[in-house]
């Protein structure tokens, strides 16, 4: 069982980037999905999250209407399209999973909820 994130790197301000997240040994059909960043010095943070069944997407207030949070059964993948980059989301980007969805949709963007990491990418925002 695995997540790999993929799609970082550095990015001039308003550009943009498009991470991946992946899973191999399981499939993430039945999984609610979140995006979490970790800043250097900072607490990490989530930031987007669909359920399991695509229906819903969740953004945190820093990256709504930038950010958006797709699945493609298919592929058996998790995809964050961020656009209109700022310096302020540099930081470590991770995708975690967690079967079925949370009962209460206030928690969908904590960390606590998501039992799978993936071991996260490096987004850098710099001119």
């Known amino acids: 069982v695995q997540l790999v994130e993929s799609g970082g790197g550095l990015v001039q301000p308003g550009g943009s980037l498009r991470l991946a997240c992946a899973a191999s040994?399981?499939?993430?059909?039945?999984?609610?999905v979140g995006w979490f960043r970790q800043a250097a010095g900072k607490e990490r943070e989530g930031i987007s999250a669909?359920?399991?069944?695509?229906?819903?997407?969740y953004y945190a207030d820093s990256v709504k209407g930038r950010f958006t949070i797709s699945r493609d059964f298919t592929k058996n993948s998790v995809y964050l399209q961020m656009t209109g980059l700022k310096p302020e989301d540099t930081g470590v980007y991770y995708c975690?999973?967690?079967?079925?969805?949370?009962?209460?949709?206030?928690?969908?963007?904590?960390?606590?909820?998501?039992?799978?990491w993936g071991q996260g990418t490096q987004v850098t925002v710099s001119s």
């Open positions: 669909i359920s399991s069944s695509s229906e819903h997407t």
């Open positions: 975690a999973v967690e079967r079925g969805d949370p009962a209460n949709k206030e928690l969908v963007l904590m960390d606590y909820v998501y039992g799978w």
């Open positions: 040994g399981f499939t993430l059909d039945y999984y609610a």
